[in-house]
């Protein structure tokens, strides 16, 4: 009985560790493609003055690259890791901000982010979607711009598929979410008997 119950208790701690290993590193990693993305943004604005257009295609090939580099992270659009840096220079403090990017805020950035986000949700009013999504409704306003209708049936069916995939994605990362939430709770209650036992 006591190997049995020692086994449960390897297993269960097996599994919370992993859990945390894998919730530990993906925030890291997360803070990471951002601080590389905001050095390259800086690195660009370093070398002298460029306009919005060139910013955004030099900025582009390096996001490309940032994000094949991290591929065990929910890939993240262009328009998103922008918000997120937004997010950070109008909400953090110094230390805060320092702490993730590695760096002090610095307002050439700032507004540079600011001037592409400008740029981008102008030249397409889809791009806060993913790139799949915004693709396929951009097809659907062609197709209706033109009358083309079979292209707009086919855009339609591509885009229905995408959404019950997405739909299928986000239950997935709600289990996930529901196990991690047990597994922490069992960690912590088992961490409070181990604690318990250990003065007795």
């Known amino acids: 009985m006591d190997k049995f119950v020692f086994v449960i208790i390897f297993i269960i701690m097996a599994l919370y560790l992993l859990v945390f290993y894998y919730v530990f590193f993906n925030t890291i990693n997360k803070k990471r493609r951002l601080e590389r993305f905001h050095r390259t943004i800086r690195s660009i604005l370093d070398v002298g003055s460029v306009d ?16 094949q580099t991290f591929l065990f992270l929910k890939p993240t659009s262009y328009i998103d890791i922008l918000e997120q840096i937004i997010y950070y220079y109008n909400s953090c403090s110094d230390s805060h901000f320092k702490s993730v990017f590695r760096d002090n805020k610095n307002d050439e950035v700032r507004n540079a982010c ?79 008997y181990f604690g318990i036992a250990s003065l007795l």
């Open 52 to 67: 919005v257009e060139e910013l955004y295609k030099q900025s582009l090939m390096n996001f490309k690259i940032i994000n």
């Open 114 to 192: 600011l001037k592409l986000y400008t740029y981008i949700v102008d030249a397409s009013p889809f791009s806060n979607l993913p790139e799949t999504q915004a693709t396929l409704l951009k097809n659907i306003k062609d197709a209706m711009l033109k009358g083309n209708i079979e292209l707009g049936k086919v855009a339609l069916k591509q885009l229905t598929e995408e959404l019950i995939d997405s739909e299928r994605q986000l239950e997935k990362q709600e289990r996930i979410n529901k196990i991690t939430v047990i597994l922490s709770i069992v960690g912590m209650l088992l961490t409070i």
